[in-house]
């Protein structure tokens, strides 16, 4: 049974940084991609990053690029995102997610079968 466990979130001033992680068990850690999401209550899930089972693939959205860094270490079976520069619009309860399909790319959310519980994140102006 897979299980993903995020870590990390709070409450940070505009311009600060955060570090969320996310330990996953029950798969083969280093045979699938991995990605963070995030939502805000009312609006749909929205692709914030997502990082190939090898690690040497990484994809970023265009709201983030520049100022969020995905990472895995797959000695830990972790997965990072380092999040700077962050701005109000970053508020949202981000989740970890693994992908359905061995070893296969992906960044649609209807390929990741596997959801954390979340955590918030929320950045004050």
């Known amino acids: 049974q897979v299980q993903l466990v995020e870590s990390g979130g709070g409450l940070v001033q505009a311009g600060g940084s955060l570090r969320l992680s996310c330990a996953a068990s029950?798969?083969?850690?280093?045979?699938?991609?991995m990605a963070w999401f995030r939502q805000v209550p009312g609006k749909e899930r929205e692709f914030v990053a997502a990082i190939s089972w090898s690690g040497s693939n990484t994809y970023l959205s265009d709201a983030v690029k520049g100022r969020f860094t995905i990472s895995r270490d797959n000695t830990k079976n972790t997965l990072s995102l380092q999040m700077n520069s962050l701005k109000p619009e970053d508020t949202a309860v981000y989740y970890c997610?693994?992908?359905?399909?061995?070893?296969?790319?992906?960044?649609?959310?209807?390929?990741?079968?596997?959801w954390g519980q979340g955590t918030q994140v929320t950045v004050s102006s």
């Open positions: 029950g798969r083969t850690f280093s045979s699938y991609s």
């Open positions: 997610a693994q992908a359905a399909d061995w070893k296969s790319w992906a960044i649609s959310h209807a390929l990741y079968a596997y």
